[in-house]
């Protein structure tokens, strides 16, 4: 069974920084796109981050400059380093990525996962 699971998250001053990070693991045979989002209470989820096999980024215009996407394709793990964080920022923050699965018959296994979440907050 594949899971995805966040760390890092917390409580953080205005214009600190955290280091979100998620892991994959389970019978993985492959991981394509992974990305980051976030949902704040009321409020829909929203995409922050993604990034592709081979390291090609996106990001929501709210984040440019200040947040950074990575993954280490050998630890099945992705990355945001966010820094000059906001009040605003604050939601929780959630993994995300499209992993391709071996079953014990049949095909590989295709399919979008999530993490359970880490709540990031931004206060004084």
């Known amino acids: 069974q594949v899971q995805l699971v966040e760390s890092g998250g917390g409580l953080v001053q205005p214009g600190g920084s955290l280091r979100l990070s998620c892991a994959a693991s389970?019978?993985?045979?492959?991981?394509?796109?992974m990305g980051w989002y976030r949902q704040a209470p009321g409020k829909q989820r929203e995409l922050v981050a993604t990034i592709s096999t081979g390291g090609t980024t996106n990001y929501a215009d709210f984040v440019k400059g200040r947040f950074t996407i990575s993954r280490d394709n050998a630890k099945n793990a992705v990355y945001l380093q966010m820094n000059s964080l906001k009040p605003e920022d604050t939601a929780g923050y959630y993994c995300?990525?499209?992993?391709?699965?071996?079953?014990?018959?049949?095909?590989?296994?295709?399919?979008?996962?999530w993490g359970q979440g880490t709540q990031v907050t931004v206060s004084l």
């Open positions: 389970g019978r993985i045979l492959g991981i394509g796109a």
């Open positions: 995300n990525a499209d992993i391709t699965s071996k079953r014990d018959r049949g095909l590989p296994f295709m399919y979008n996962y």
